[in-house]
C-alpha cells in the first residue's frame, strides 16, 4: 500500500495492529503521538533480543486505551529480537499498535511480514531498488516463481543435487519473496502475491531448521 505522509500514521497503526512503514525512522515528534514504547538500535548499530524482551514485558499489562509501540531501524533487530516480537505479534493483546520501520521491509523475517500490513511512502519510494541478494539467488528466484505447479518437484530435486547451504536456501526464497512484493506493489496485479503465503511458510519451516527438500516441495505445492 502507499501513502502520502505520515500524518496519519495513528490511525493507520490502529486500523492495521502492525504495520511496517517503508522509510527511515523520522524524529518521534513528528508523529503526533505519545509512544507507550520505543525500541531503537543501541550503540552497537543492532536491537538486541534483550530490548525486546522488555518489550515483551510492557506489554504483559492491560491497556484501556490505545497504546503504540514504535520500532526504529526495524532491520536492526537481530535474529533473536526478530523471532521474540514475532511470538508477541502472533498472539497480539488489545488495544497495542506496532509501528516499524525499516529502509527495507522485506529484509525481516517473513513470518513477520505475513502478520503486517506495509506502506510505502509515494515520496520516497523504493520498489525501484534492485533485490538485494546475490545473481545465483536471484535467478533461481524467478525460476521458483515462474515454475509450474507440476515442475517444481524436479525443479525442487535439481536444486538440491547442488548441495546448497541452508543459509543459500533461504535466501533464495527471501529473494523470490521480495520480488513477489515488488512486482506486485509495482503493478498491482494480485497474480504476483499467489505463491506468497507458500514461498513464507517454506522460509518459516526452512529457517527453523526443517527439512529442505521436504519444505520445498510441501509448502510451495
Known amino acids: 500500500m502507499f501513502i502520502d505522509s505520515l500524518e496519519n500514521i495513528a490511525n493507520i497503526a490502529k486500523n492495521a495492529d ?3 512503514i517503508a522509510t527511515s525512522a523520522p524524529d518521534i515528534e513528528t508523529l503526533k503521538i505519545k509512544p507507550f514504547f520505543v525500541l531503537e538500535p543501541d550503540d552497537k548499530g543492532k536491537i538486541p533480543i534483550e530490548a525486546t524482551r522488555e518489550l515483551i514485558q510492557a506489554c504483559s499489562l492491560k491497556q484501556a486505551t490505545d497504546a503504540y ?6 532491520e536492526t533487530m537481530t535474529l533473536e529480537a526478530e523471532n ?11 488495544n497495542y499498535h506496532f509501528i516499524l520501520f525499516a529502509k527495507d521491509p ?5 513470518t513477520i511480514l505475513s502478520r503486517a500490513e506495509i506502506y510505502y511512502i509515494t515520496k520516497a519510494n523504493p520498489l525501484s531498488a534492485p533485490v538485494e541478494a546475490s545473481k545465483k ?23 538440491t543435487k547442488k548441495k546448497l547451504t541452508r543459509p543459500e536456501i533461504l535466501e533464495i526464497l527471501s529473494a523470490a ?3 513477489s512484493y515488488k512486482s506486485y506493489f509495482a503493478t498491482g496485479r494480485p497474480a504476483f502475491l499467489k505463491k506468497l ?3 513464507l511458510a517454506a522460509y518459516n519451516n526452512i529457517s527453523k531448521n526443517g527439512h529442505i527438500k521436504l519444505h520445498l516441495i510441501a509448502d510451495l505445492l
Open 106 to 110: 522485506t529484509s525481516l523475517l517473513p
Open 197 to 199: 503465503p507458500n514461498l
Open 69 to 74: 509501540i514504535i520500532i526504529k531501524g526495524a
Open 177 to 179: 519473496i521480495e520480488i
Open 84 to 94: 521474540a516480537l514475532l511470538k508477541l505479534l502472533e498472539e497480539p493483546r488489545n
Open 18 to 20: 502492525t504495520c511496517i
Open 137 to 159: 539467488a536471484k535467478d533461481l528466484a524467478h525460476q521458483l516463481l515462474t515454475t509450474p505447479e507440476r515442475d517444481l518437484p524436479d525443479f525442487v530435486d535439481a536444486i
